[in-house]
């Protein structure tokens, strides 16, 4: 079959339903005894990349956090569960589950109309934002650079709420350099890590009741609040701001991966990834199936504009890779799925247009933290991705990369050779530094209890997170044995020797038979002792869980991911 007969037969069997997520269908939810002042509606749910589409869901919009408590207590007494939807660019199902229906009593709750104040105290090392948590990330960092402030790193995308890039743990790509000195106020892990107190919904065991609470950063009880994997209602936070910094992101498409990901041996390369973070600090490898250059991205502070560097005043600067009508994200998915063969083609061309985009001035920009760090927008491909967090010493970098790409590689082939091409997305990784208490702005702060890159303190020596995703489109055929096998290979080599894997709650993991997020192994043991080993008893997998549970006995924010994992190891 030629390439033109694919699309026309690909066309033919797509509906053209480019409806955005969370489309109002009903204008009433109809729901037993809910208060008549807060205002409901049913909506159609759906997840990033549409493996979660559920329509008739009942979502209400609170107005103020009086309203969210009456609809959090009336959920308790009907028997309902209540989950916090943000902008559902999520792969996991910590909210809704592929299949579930209005009959199971779940309530939504969107706080995108009401809950996006921000505000700004300045101290004269660091400053503190209180924000509410509905606020969108480009927004945020908007009202940030107005008052001088930024990050060290964030997610690429811009349109994530701040409360759901908090509940999973949400990152960029950054390390120190050799001779970095840090400003005040900066973090190079997560954004949980920047939390210096929050406002949680929690059970109040005197009034009997769920009650806003405010927990401060010191407080042992905050722990699991920090990154709580949609098991939390998180209203508003304050955390730490550093000073705005202007950054360079420059691209490369002609290295080898041979070369960046040589051997720590192989001595003869000059442009490894540790070369390059010791330079910068600052990377990301996108590399697409049966290529062998990928799109590398080099992020570099530069308080001055580089002779060779465009100035940028707004982010999302490659558009090539961003204006992606959602019909075209079908139309691919269609091709893979009906002739997977032209994977190794498909891949050539896709590095091919990037190649040539990046010959324009895209190739090297420069500005605000802002307009560099935030390039991927909601209509870039739908497609679904793996995600883990390898911990590992700075030293030890190199050498992971290379086997896991050597790994990664050898099972293409092996596929390929058996006429299987399970993936069609790229590689992509990413570089950053721990959850260091250390960097938070609060004597004695304390650790985010299930944050993916907590440091472990039986390993001083591992002070870095790389962070390893798979992409594919949804359906693709033998995309879960693929990546069942992958991820049993990457427990294994990473098990603590030189390196410790943990997985990435946003994205895929747990992979069984049919389906992410199933196998027994992974869900009851090996996740519950990636928070287990090495740390100390008052905050880990087992204390977290037991808090989690006091703040929430009723278990009104819990999805049935989080049953099956919080009753594993307890």
Same mark, same amino acid.
């Given at each position: 079959?030629?390439?033109?007969?694919?699309?026309?037969?690909?066309?033919?069997?797509?509906?053209?339903?480019?409806?955005?997520?969370?489309?109002?269908?009903?204008?009433? @939810?109809?729901?037993?005894?809910?208060?008549?002042?807060?205002? @409901?509606?049913?909506?159609?749910?759906?997840?990033?990349?549409?493996?979660?589409?559920?329509?008739?869901?009942?979502? @209400?919009?609170? *107005?103020?956090?009086?309203?969210?408590?009456?609809?959090?207590?009336?959920?308790?007494?009907?028997?309902?569960?209540?989950?916090?939807?943000?902008?559902?660019?999520?792969?996991?199902?910590?909210?809704?589950? =592929? /299949?579930?229906?209005?009959?199971?009593?779940?309530?939504?709750?969107?706080?995108?109309?009401? $809950?996006?104040?921000?505000?700004?105290?300045?101290?004269?090392?660091? =400053?503190?934002?209180?924000?509410?948590?509905?606020?969108?990330?480009?927004?945020?960092?908007?009202?940030?650079?107005?008052?001088?402030?930024?990050?060290?790193?964030?997610?690429?995308?811009?349109?994530?709420?701040?409360?759901?890039?908090?509940?999973?743990?949400?990152?960029?790509?950054?390390?120190?350099?050799?001779?970095?000195?840090?400003?005040?106020?900066?973090?190079?892990?997560?954004?949980?890590?920047?939390?210096?107190?929050?406002?949680?919904?929690?059970?109040?065991?005197?009034?009997?009741?769920?009650?806003?609470?405010?927990?401060? *950063?010191?407080?042992?009880?905050?722990?699991?609040?920090?990154?709580?994997?949609? +098991?939390?209602?998180?209203?508003?936070?304050? $955390?730490?701001?550093?000073?705005?910094?202007?950054?360079?992101?420059?691209? $490369?498409?002609?290295?080898?991966?041979?070369?960046?990901?040589?051997?720590?041996?192989?001595?003869?390369?000059?442009?490894?990834?540790?070369?390059?973070?010791?330079?910068?600090?600052?990377?990301?490898?996108?590399?697409?199936? %049966?290529?062998?250059?990928?799109?590398?991205?080099?992020?570099?502070?530069?308080?001055?504009?580089?002779?060779?560097?465009?100035?940028?005043?707004?982010?999302?600067?490659?558009? %090539?890779?961003?204006?992606?009508?959602?019909?075209? =994200?079908?139309? +691919? +998915?269609?091709?893979?799925?009906?002739?997977?063969?032209?994977?190794?083609?498909?891949?050539?061309?896709?590095?091919?247009?990037?190649?040539?985009?990046?010959?324009?001035?895209?190739?090297?920009?420069?500005?605000?933290?802002?307009?560099?760090?935030?390039?991927?927008?909601?209509?870039?491909?739908?497609?679904?991705?793996?995600?883990?967090?390898?911990?590992?010493?700075?030293?030890?970098?190199?050498?992971?990369?290379?086997?896991?790409?050597?790994?990664?590689?050898?099972?293409?082939?092996?596929?390929?050779?058996?006429?299987?091409?399970?993936?069609?997305?790229?590689?992509?990784? *990413?570089?950053? /530094?721990?959850?260091?208490?250390?960097?938070?702005?609060?004597?004695?702060?304390?650790?985010? =209890?299930?944050?993916?890159?907590?440091?472990?303190?039986?390993?001083?020596?591992?002070?870095?997170?790389?962070?390893?995703?798979?992409?594919?489109?949804?359906?693709?055929?033998?995309?879960?044995?693929?990546?069942?096998? $992958?991820?049993?290979?990457?427990?294994?080599?990473f098990n603590g020797t030189y390196a410790s894997a943990r997985v990435e709650w946003s994205k895929g993991w747990a992979y069984g038979k049919t389906s992410a997020w199933e196998d027994k192994e992974v869900l009851t043991k090996t996740i519950p002792t990636s928070f287990t080993e090495g740390l100390p008893t008052d905050n880990n997998w087992v204390s977290a869980v037991s808090a989690l549970q006091q703040h929430d006995p009723h278990h009104i924010f819990r999805s049935p991911l989080l049953d099956k994992l919080f009753t594993a190891g307890n």
């Open positions: 079959m030629s390439s033109s007969d694919l699309i026309k037969q690909s066309y033919s069997q797509l509906s053209f339903n480019q409806s955005q997520e969370n489309i109002i269908v009903d204008l009433d @939810c109809h729901l037993p005894n809910f208060p008549n002042e807060i205002e @409901c509606k049913k909506i159609i749910f759906k997840n990033w990349s549409g493996e979660i589409n559920i329509p008739n869901m009942p979502c @209400c919009m609170p *107005r103020t956090s009086a309203e969210v408590i009456a609809v959090v207590n009336w959920a308790w007494k009907e028997n309902y569960k209540v989950r916090p939807i943000g902008q559902a660019h999520n792969w996991s199902p910590l909210v809704l589950a =592929s /299949g579930q229906n209005t009959s199971n009593r779940i309530l939504l709750m969107d706080l995108s109309k009401h $809950f996006t104040n921000v505000h700004f105290e300045h101290q004269s090392e660091f =400053s503190i934002v209180t924000a509410q948590t509905a606020i969108l990330m480009e927004t945020l960092m908007t009202r940030m650079e107005e008052q001088g402030l930024g990050f060290a790193a964030t997610p690429a995308p811009g349109d994530l709420t701040l409360g759901g890039v908090l509940a999973i743990g949400g990152h960029g790509t950054a390390i120190k350099t050799h001779n970095e000195i840090p400003q005040p106020g900066h973090v190079y892990g997560s954004l949980s890590n920047t939390i210096l107190s929050l406002s949680a919904v929690v059970w109040d065991a005197k009034s009997q009741q769920y009650v806003v609470k405010r927990f401060e *950063r010191n407080n042992p009880d905050c722990a699991p609040l920090l990154t709580h994997i949609g +098991s939390s209602l998180i209203l508003e936070v304050q $955390f730490q701001a550093g000073k705005n910094q202007r950054l360079r992101c420059q691209s $490369f498409t002609q290295i080898s991966m041979d070369e960046l990901f040589a051997a720590p041996e192989e001595t003869q390369y000059q442009h490894t990834i540790t070369q390059f973070l010791d330079k910068s600090g600052r990377i990301e490898v996108i590399l697409f199936p %049966f290529t062998n250059k990928p799109w590398l991205k080099v992020w570099s502070v530069a308080p001055t504009r580089p002779p060779s560097s465009v100035e940028v005043k707004t982010p999302y600067n490659y558009p %090539f890779s961003d204006n992606v009508p959602l019909v075209v =994200s079908d139309i +691919s +998915s269609m091709i893979f799925t009906i002739a997977p063969e032209v994977t190794p083609l498909m891949g050539e061309m896709k590095y091919q247009l990037v190649n040539a985009a990046l010959q324009g001035y895209t190739k090297d920009i420069w500005g605000w933290s802002k307009n560099v760090l935030l390039y991927v927008k909601p209509t870039t491909l739908r497609v679904t991705a793996n995600g883990y967090a390898v911990l590992t010493r700075r030293a030890d970098i190199q050498h992971v990369l290379h086997v896991f790409y050597e790994q990664w590689k050898k099972l293409l082939v092996t596929y390929a050779t058996a006429g299987k091409y399970p993936i069609n997305g790229p590689i992509e990784v *990413r570089v950053t /530094g721990l959850d260091t208490p250390s960097e938070v702005m609060v004597e004695n702060a304390v650790t985010s =209890s299930l944050s993916a890159i907590r440091p472990r303190p039986d390993k001083t020596e591992w002070d870095v997170a790389i962070w390893l995703d798979i992409l594919t489109f949804p359906g693709t055929p033998h995309a879960i044995e693929f990546l069942n096998q $992958f991820e049993k290979w990457l427990f294994k080599e």
